[in-house]
Every structure is written in structure tokens, then in C-alpha cells.
């Protein structure tokens, strides 16, 4: 089954003469279970596209299916919020400064209108391998890899299909970065999730992803396989730029 | 004889909790050479790079045997003593250009400043040294950018910018702490390869801190690797990958490859004792 359908997209900001094409008829489509990469400079258009799947770019046009159901305008209802779940890059700035992560969980779940919030918040910090002693505190008493997990639990605890994950590790040290996506590789094999994930690290998204889509100035200019990453035959000049940049610094 | 000489420098900062000890005791010293120092954050390698220019500021404290520029201890050096060290001897490339360049002043009236500030001279020559010096980090089209602002410009652009101006007044050493975090991979090896390129042509000295293993094996002769505010080993650059401490051979196994294919990245273990052991000398 196909659990994200792209055809056409485009996203633009501002009007007339202060027009700006972010992305610029892309598509894609990412099977149920797959995981799928978009890679970039800044300014590539990549995280625009998972923003205009959850609505916060309001300006787009072409169509975007999840699971078959079409996307209009930049309402989404609670039931797509239930399917589809984002990870931002930063985690000091995604998470509440005065919130604890019990409060940030447990109103993530309230509004994903479930019960039994006490249980399921000890099974959400349990899944992204945080104790419980982590439950009452503040994100400025947690380090950089243990709010990411935070993220990732407020975005499992509606139990979503599909993860949308924008830069998830740039922002962390190395040995904190494959701790994560450790995490990440463990909870799609365990849940059956799809992930649509952003990065600019070649590496990284060779190693997270089956398929991979290359953006440049809002464009999709290939689609490959991750083995066609790493065995270096990428066709497009712009693929083959990028992965000469980052094979020369390994 | 070495540029700079550094015997067991100390960071401290007072906490409600106690004193908290960033750098414990770090010697290090440093040739006409280029050092990369790596590791994680919290580590101290930023710290090291600032109480090289006495820039901690309080109620922070900054101790050391001594931190000899060309013989000169710089900790002995009364504050107007060092503003002259700071930018002439030795300059500083941070890592996030958007705060490093003044936002309300147009780049070309900045380099100006930056000349005007360590050389005297008329106004109409520091207006062609930073002209040039545009030119020697590869701007083409110098003039245009002189009279652009920072918001302006690219982050590559601005790192370029800001190497120019720490270049202009000649330093006898850079240290750059993380000069390419904030740019993409495309632009990065660019702004990298003019640092390098410059340093040389100078031979200048050159610290380069950065979390990045591999950038630093690439771009520098030698390599400190701290952990937990010490040096827990030296090693040269291009052997960086025969490392022989857990805790380098941790960090660069915990990178994915693109060569090899893996289900899941080892994860660094801790051992508590990495940060006992002594500093090792660099």
C-alpha cells in the first residue's frame, strides 16, 4: 500500500513580486513501512515539503495523498494528526521550556483524545528508552539527545503510521546521533512505521533509508535507491556533486 | 620555537552546585602547524580556544602555568595589552556568521574598520586592502559585496567575509572554532579550502576545533582529542583512523558509512575512567 502519495507539489511563499517557489512540482511516493529520504543544501525546498503535509505551509498546489485520502488547504483534522507525525531538528526549541515531559505528553495524548494518559505515558518513555525518573523534569535538566527522544515520544503517542523527520540528529554529537537513530531504526521495525525524513548528511540518510529523492532550488532532480548512494553511480551531475563532497570528508 | 605554549590550563566556573571545571588542566603546544582539537560538546574544546584569547569572561575563571605567546605570557598582560593581541597575533573565526557580523553595518565599512583598527592609514587604502582581501577568499565581485549587509549574503559568503577580516591584519595565529557548523557540506569544503590555503601561504598557525572526526583529519597535521574538559590523546592527523583510545575509536565508529552497510551503529560506552586518567600532553 502507498502511505504517502506526492504528485506535483508545489509550495510557494508571499505574492506577486515577492513570490518565492519553494518546491517546485515534486514527487514521490513512499510505500507503507519504507522509509524515505530527501537530501539538499539549505534552501533545497526538502523541509518545505514535510511542512506543507502538515499544513504549516499553507501555499501549495498539486495533490498529496496519505494512506488514499487526499490533503486540501492547510487545515488538518485530528484523524490525519492520528496517521502523520512531524520530529523538528532542534530539540531546545521544540519542546516547552516550563513544561515537564509528563505535561508535555500527557497533553499530547489528552488531545489525541485517548484515556489511560498515566499508563501510557510510562509506555511512551519506555519506548524511546528514557527511565521513569525522567518523567517530572524540565527539558533545560535533559541533554540534547534525551529531548530528541522526548520529540520522538510526543510524536508516537497518538500511534501514527507516518513520521515526518526533519533533521532529527544535526543538531546532536555523533555518539548521541547513532543513539537516536538506533532509536528510530527500532521503533519502524517494532511499529510498522513509514518515515519521510530530511538531511542534508549523505551518510546518514543512506543508512536510515531505502530510497532517496536529491532536491536542488525546489526541484527533485533524482530519485535512487540507497545501494545506488553508496555503490557511487548516482546519474544526475548535481547527486554525484553532493556525494563527492561527502565521501571526500569520510 | 613554538608560536604558542600552553601548561596546564585550567577553566573554572562557580555554580550554585560548586565549581564547575570545563577545561581541567589541558598542556598543549602549538608550531607553525595546523591542530584540530575534537570533541563533543562540553568537552571544553571551545573553552580552550577562548582562554587562549583571555575571553572568558567572569565570574568565570582562567588559570594556567602559563600561556606563552612567543615567549610572552598573555595571562600576565594587562587588558589594553591584550586588545592588542587579540585580532593582531591572533584571531578568532566563530562559528555562526549571522552573529558575528555587526547587522547594521555594510561588510566593506567593517573590513575598513577591521584595518583602520591595527594599521594606521588612509581610509581610501584600508578601502583597497579589504578590497583585496575579499578577492583572496575567492568573492569575484568584491565591490558589490562591499557595499552589501550581512543579511545579504550567504552563510558561506559570510564565513568567507569574516576569514577576510580576521586575515587583514596579519595574524601569527587563527583559531577557528567550528568555522563550518553552520554551512552546508557543498560549501563547507570551499570555505575550508581557502583557510587552508591562506594558513599555509602565511604559515601562519592554525587551531581548528570541531565535533566533525573526519573534516579535522582532512584539514589539519594534528589532532587533539578531548574529552570531559582534558586530552585524552594525540595522534596525527592522517593516522586519526588508527586511534588507539575507546573513546576515539567510539566517536568514529559511531558515524554511519556510506562504504558499509550496517542495521544498527555502535553506540559509544562511557567509561568513567576517561576522565580521571591525566592529560595527555599535546
Known amino acids: 500500500m502507498i502511505a504517502l502519495d506526492i504528485k506535483g507539489l508545489n509550495v510557494w511563499f508571499g505574492y506577486a513580486h515577492d513570490r518565492v517557489d519553494a518546491v517546485k512540482g515534486a514527487c514521490l511516493e513512499v510505500k507503507q513501512g519504507e522509509s524515505f529520504g530527501l537530501v539538499g543544501e539549505s534552501g533545497s525546498g526538502k523541509s518545505t515539503i514535510l511542512r506543507a503535509i502538515t499544513g504549516l505551509a499553507p501555499h501549495w498546489s498539486g495533490s498529496v495523498r496519505i494512506e488514499g485520502e487526499a490533503l486540501s488547504g492547510a487545515k488538518r483534522d485530528r484523524r490525519f494528526f492520528r496517521t502523520v507525525q512531524m520530529v523538528f531538528q532542534d530539540p531546545y526549541a521544540s519542546l516547552h521550556p516550563r513544561h515537564t515531559v509528563d505535561q508535555v505528553l500527557s497533553e499530547t495524548l489528552h488531545l489525541h483524545g485517548l484515556d489511560n494518559i498515566d499508563k501510557r505515558v510510562t509506555e511512551l518513555l519506555a519506548d524511546v528508552g528514557l527511565g521513569q525518573r525522567f518523567r517530572f523534569r524540565y527539558p533545560h535538566q535533559l541533554s540534547g539527545g ?60 543512506a543508512h536510515m533509508c531505502d530510497q532517496l529523492a536529491v532536491m536542488r532550488n525546489g526541484e527533485i532532480v533524482e530519485v535512487m535507491s540507497s545501494d545506488t548512494l553508496r555503490t557511487g553511480t548516482p546519474r544526475h551531475e548535481y547527486s554525484q556533486e553532493l556525494l563527492r563532497a561527502s565521501v571526500a570528508l569520510q | 620555537m613554538n608560536l604558542l605554549d600552553i601548561e596546564d590550563l585550567w577553566v573554572r566556573f562557580p555554580t550554585r552546585q560548586g565549581v564547575f571545571d570545563a577545561v581541567r588542566g589541558v598542556s598543549f603546544s602549538l608550531g607553525r602547524e595546523r591542530l584540530g582539537i575534537v570533541g563533543e560538546s562540553g568537552s571544553g574544546k571551545s573553552m580552550t580556544g577562548r582562554a587562549i584569547l583571555r575571553l572568558i569572561r567572569k565570574p568565570g575563571i582562567v588559570e594556567a602555568n602559563h600561556i606563552n605567546l612567543e615567549g610572552r605570557d598573555l595571562l600576565k598582560l594587562s587588558e589594553r595589552e591584550m586588545r592588542e593581541v587579540r585580532g593582531k597575533q591572533i584571531s578568532m573565526v566563530m562559528q555562526d556568521p549571522k552573529f558575528s557580523l555587526n547587522p547594521v553595518v555594510t561588510v566593506g565599512e567593517q573590513l575598513i574598520e577591521a584595518y583602520l583598527q591595527h594599521n594606521s592609514g588612509s581610509k581610501a587604502r584600508a578601502r583597497k586592502m579589504a578590497i583585496e582581501m575579499l578577492e583572496n577568499v575567492s568573492i569575484r565581485d568584491s565591490e558589490r559585496v562591499m557595499r552589501t549587509y550581512p543579511h545579504e549574503v550567504s552563510g558561506g559568503m559570510g564565513q568567507r567575509i569574516m576569514i577576510a577580516m580576521m586575515l587583514i591584519p596579519n595574524p601569527k595565529i587563527l583559531i577557528a572554532d567550528e568555522p563550518t557548523s553552520a554551512l552546508d557540506v557543498s560549501v563547507q569544503r570551499q570555505v575550508l579550502n581557502i583557510m587552508d590555503g591562506l594558513v599555509k601561504e602565511r604559515g601562519m598557525g592554525l587551531i581548528f576545533i570541531s565535533h566533525d572526526l573526519n573534516l579535522v583529519s582532512e584539514f589539519c597535521d594534528r589532532v587533539l582529542i578531548m574529552y570531559a574538559g582534558r586530552i585524552v590523546e594525540v595522534c596525527e592527523a592522517d593516522k586519526l583512523h588508527q586511534a588507539q583510545h575507546p573513546y576515539t575509536q567510539g566517536l568514529l565508529n559511531s558515524l554511519p558509512r556510506l562504504d558499509e552497510k550496517c542495521n544498527h551503529l555502535s553506540v559509544l560506552t562511557r567509561d568513567p575512567s576517561w576522565s580521571e586518567a591525566p592529560s595527555v600532553r599535546g
Open chain 1, 146 to 205: 534525551q529531548r530528541q527522544r522526548v520529540a520522538i515520544a510526543r510524536a508516537l503517542a497518538g500511534e501514527p503510521d507516518i513520521l515526518l523527520l526533519d533533521e532529527p540528529t544535526s543538531a546532536l554529537d555523533v555518539s548521541v546521533q547513532a543513539e537516536v537513530l538506533n532509536l528510530l531504526t527500532d521503533l519502524r521495525a517494532r511499529r510498522g512505521l513509514t518515515y519521510l525524513m530530511v538531511s542534508h548528511d549523505l551518510p546518514v540518510i
